[in-house]
């Protein structure tokens, strides 16, 4: 049965979404099957794995809100091993139409349920909000990744995030783990990344994964192209690190036996 993260901070511009489809794709490359549920309205994951949202005509709006099969709508990438379950504008709608439902926290689970044996991992993009279908993703999850801007108010906003995790741990989802911080948008030219970073570990220590995401013009380029950075340029600096953090998830899951040098690939 494959392990859900869902990768969330309300605080928008982190990185969210790149990571999502380019550790997705870091894992498809390690071949093991991943799927990609886009629950943001803004589809920039749909968009991003070459899907343009305007054409998508069924998407996980209609698996939470009228119960349609998961299976009928997910879509194969380009890359093998890589699927995606697509978002649309009408998921704004849902956050209101939830409201009155029952178990309204729960509804994305029940979407999950049944396809969770088809996939090693399923990773969900998260709304840069706090909102009902962010609470229905982490309540839906087995783990949680949260990315951190290497910027001056990488902090801001944090602590309501893990407080909101602390709340669905206790009344929703008793099992739910920070799988890890991951530092995002590094520039190791600028102390004020270098602080940052250190005041990162030194808060959250064994939390921050040992990968950190630099900045990197082909990771910006990529989504331009509807392509994951594996796609655009598997020799950027960009894909080796989002490699490196596959490969960590998969020591830190005992999916797979590497030896220390294995452990990371170097720039």
Do not use: W
Request: charged letters at 20%.
């Amino acid at each position: 049965m494959g392990k859900v993260i869902a990768i969330a901070n309300q605080k928008g511009g982190v990185g969210k979404t790149t990571t999502v489809i380019n550790l997705a794709a870091g894992l498809a490359v390690l071949e093991h099957k991943t799927l990609i549920i886009d629950a943001d309205p803004q589809a920039n994951a749909t968009s991003g794995v070459g899907f343009d949202p305007r054409n998508i005509k069924t998407s996980i709006y209609e698996c939470i809100i009228d119960d349609a099969e998961p299976r009928n709508i997910i879509l194969n990438t380009a890359t093998p091993y890589l699927d995606l379950l697509p978002a649309h504008i009408d998921l704004v709608g849902a956050e209101i139409e939830l409201i009155n439902l029952p178990n309204r926290e729960k509804m994305m689970r029940k979407v999950l349920a049944p396809i969770k044996e088809d996939y090693d991992f399923i990773l969900i993009d998260c709304s840069p909000s706090l909102g009902l279908i962010t609470v229905n993703s982490l309540t839906a999850a087995d783990s949680v990744i949260i990315p951190v801007q290497c910027e001056y108010f990488a902090l801001e906003g944090l602590g309501k995030l893990l407080n909101t995790i602390k709340i669905v741990q206790a009344r929703l989802n008793p099992s739910l783990d920070i799988e890890g911080i991951l530092l995002t948008m590094y520039d190791n030219r600028r102390n004020l990344a270098k602080q940052v970073a250190e005041e990162v570990k030194t808060h959250f220590q064994q939390m921050v994964f040992r990968t950190i995401i630099n900045r990197n013009i082909k990771l910006s380029e990529a989504p331009s192209h509807g392509m994951t950075i594996m796609m655009h340029d598997i020799n950027s600096v960009g894909a080796v690190n989002y490699l490196n953090l596959a490969r960590e998830i998969l020591q830190k899951n005992e999916l797979t036996q590497l030896t220390d040098a294995e452990k990371e690939i170097n720039v």
